[in-house]
């Protein structure tokens, strides 16, 4: 192989948290979104909703004071994001809980271990606010992503069979929880 072979090429991932997004890194994102929508893997979007939308809302995201947006990056480049969400300050009863949000990778970056990254940056920013269990659910289409969380040692405790509405058409969705504190304890 030569040294320009792209076969060669090592993909670089990073994950952040994402403070505000510069006009390249909104376009980026927007992008991302609208070809993972396309693909069916949107985040509660069956259609892409227009640019502008897709930019009030990304940008809407960073005003929110209990939403986190952590932004995915191959190669420089935004591919994907995922939101912790924290709880409101009056649910005491629920303040050990957060939970994932509108986690996406945009098809043409799949295969190169961002998702994964993505998740476990969102765990370690859970943590690092001392939450003790990450929720998250997902439709029953959504192959790749159920194998993700499984193999990433979420427990699935549910199944909802009238879980969201894709082309007409009813779709299941499963619940999952893992308990992130050492021990695997709620204390």
């Not at 969102?122 to 159920?146: F, H, K, M, P, S």
């Amino acid at each position: 192989m030569s040294v320009d072979d792209p076969r060669e090429h090592q993909a670089v991932i990073t994950v952040e948290r994402l403070e505000e997004l510069s006009d390249n890194d909104l376009a980026s994102l927007c992008e991302a979104a609208d070809a993972a929508i396309i693909d069916g893997g949107g985040f509660g979007w069956v259609n892409p909703p227009g640019r502008q939308a897709l930019e009030r809302y990304f940008r809407g995201v960073l005003l929110v004071p209990e939403r986190a947006l952590f932004g995915a990056r191959l190669d420089g480049e935004l591919v994907g994001s995922a939101q912790l969400v924290r709880p409101p300050r009056n649910n005491e009863a629920q303040a050990f809980a957060a939970q994932v949000m509108h986690s996406f990778v945009a098809p043409y970056a799949r295969g190169h271990g961002v998702a994964r990254l993505l998740m476990q940056r969102v765990e370690e920013g859970a943590r690092a606010l001392g939450y003790q269990v990450l929720n998250l659910d997902v439709r029953a289409t959504q192959d790749a992503a159920i194998a993700l969380y499984d193999s990433m040692g979420y427990l699935r405790w549910g199944e909802h069979p009238f879980y969201a509405r894709v082309h007409g058409e009813t779709v299941r969705g499963f619940f999952y929880y893992k308990l992130l504190q050492a021990g695997g304890r709620i204390g």
